[in-house]
């Protein structure tokens, strides 16, 4: 990786676990915590627009009454979670400044493009981003921030990105015990190690 992007990546780190924590809090606390069974971080495709995700217990049982067969992809896939902390009235967002600071960093590493396959260092810069919120997801685990939803399964995806299952595997492996990550992996549709 790029000095200068790993420099960024470094500094840009040290704001990101708080904020990603405060918008965890920020869109679970819009229902009790017995009844989250979700919470997750969600990316595009460019790494920049960086979201916090719940499901409640409702929506989940919703889904899987209306779905029998689809229940892990309703409990894993973030983007048919009900919560999401974008858009929330009378929620402050505590991830518009990260999102902001992610967008000016790509323009500044991968210039102004808008075809993924032409931009050089493209690649280099999401995974800078998405190496670094698993870092700071997989700190918020080791601190016991996640325990206060003890019935939520943890997630980061990146949405609609080009990127294996593997690497996100890797990117989840921390935030689960050995039957969630046996379960995602499966969500994944990769095989179990």
Not at 35 to 54: R, W
Not at 124 to 152: C, M
């Amino acid at each position: 990786m790029d000095l200068e992007l790993c420099a960024w990546a470094h500094d840009w780190s040290d704001r990101l676990g708080s904020a990603l924590e405060r918008a965890v809090l920020a869109v679970a606390g819009q229902i009790l915590a017995s009844d989250v069974v979700g919470i997750g971080v969600a990316t595009d495709a460019d790494a920049t627009s960086i979201v916090a995700f719940a499901h409640s217990r409702q929506h989940f049982e919703e889904m899987i009454a209306e779905d029998p067969e689809f229940v892990i992809d309703a409990k894993w896939h973030l983007g048919e979670w009900d919560l999401a902390i974008v858009g929330v009235q009378g929620i402050d967002d505590p991830l518009v400044p990260i999102r902001a600071e992610a967008e000016r960093a790509q323009q500044r590493f991968t210039g102004s493009s808008t075809d993924p396959v032409a931009v050089p260092g493209l690649r280099e810069f999401r995974r800078a981003v998405w190496d670094s919120i698993s870092q700071a997801l997989t700190d918020s685990v080791a601190r016991g921030f996640f325990e206060q939803w003890p019935n939520a399964v943890r997630v980061f995806l990146p949405l609609d990105a080009d990127i294996s299952g593997d690497d996100i595997a890797r990117w989840n492996a921390a935030l689960h015990d050995r039957v969630g990550t046996a379960e995602f992996r499966e969500f994944l549709q990769i095989d179990t190690v």
